[in-house]
């Protein structure tokens, strides 16, 4: 079983639409939450860290329940330009090393 | 804003043929790593260090040596090429190792071994 276990998709929704993401990950003991967004054949960027209570960033609200151990991603009145792959990734071990779920591929038509 | 670069961009090497990536970042960075990205896989930990002089194996480090001489520079030295190892490496850097702070990549270097 993977580390960290994404649906790969692809999701394609119209524009406007609003599309959840969801992750899981199997170590409890990890610390530290994040999604990161990779354009085709570009390197991952970081879209938003994930906390406890839960946090906002314009159109994008991310979600972290550990007791589940899982991690989501809402993303309201898509946008073309949010077409990419969300990448879920946790934290292990004391250097915090950051481990990878394989992506979900987003596609917004017109 | 340089950040994190990575060369060459691109590369095809013969199975067998040794060569480095290079990796560097100005942004003073304690904590340098190395990824492989491969279909279906998602990125996996190559090597990593948090320091100069300190590095350490992620998942998949066989085949790979690295070292840490400065702060800035990270090279990924592949020491007998295979066709397995085709696949496209990205290079990261962050702030700090224990906040689990946001990590920097560079663009990328697309290997095929033949």
């Known amino acids: 079983r993977k580390e960290v276990e994404q649906d790969p998709g692809p999701f394609n929704v119209p524009e406007g639409a609003t599309v959840a993401f969801n992750c899981t990950y199997s170590n409890s003991a990890s610390q530290s939450f994040f999604w990161y967004r990779q354009d085709c054949r570009k390197e991952p960027k970081l879209l938003m860290s994930?906390?406890?209570s839960g946090n906002e960033d314009g159109r994008f609200t991310a979600q972290l329940n550990r007791a589940s151990q899982y991690i989501s991603l809402l993303i309201r009145d898509s946008k073309l330009s949010d077409s990419a792959t969300y990448l879920c990734?946790?934290?292990?071990?004391?250097?915090?090393?950051?481990?990878f779920g394989t992506g979900t591929l987003l596609a917004v038509q017109p | 804003n340089a950040g994190v670069t990575q060369t060459p961009k691109f590369q095809v090497l013969k199975t067998g043929q040794s060569m480095t990536l290079q990796c560097a970042q100005d942004?003073?960075?304690?904590?340098m790593s190395w990824y492989r990205q491969d279909p279906g896989m998602g990125l996996r930990l190559i090597h990593y260090?948090?320091?100069?002089?300190?590095?350490d194996q992620g998942e998949v480090p066989n085949g790979y040596n690295v070292s840490r001489s400065t702060t800035e520079d990270f090279p990924l030295r592949l020491l007998s090429a295979a066709p397995s190892q085709t696949s496209v490496y990205f290079c990261a850097s962050s702030y700090s190792p224990t906040l689990g702070t946001e990590a920097f990549f560079g663009q990328g270097t697309r290997l095929t071994v033949v």
């Open positions: 260090s948090v320091g100069a002089g300190i590095t």
């Open positions: 994930v906390y406890s």
């Open positions: 990734v946790v934290t292990r071990g004391a250097t915090n090393k950051l481990i």
């Open positions: 942004m003073n960075h304690e904590y």
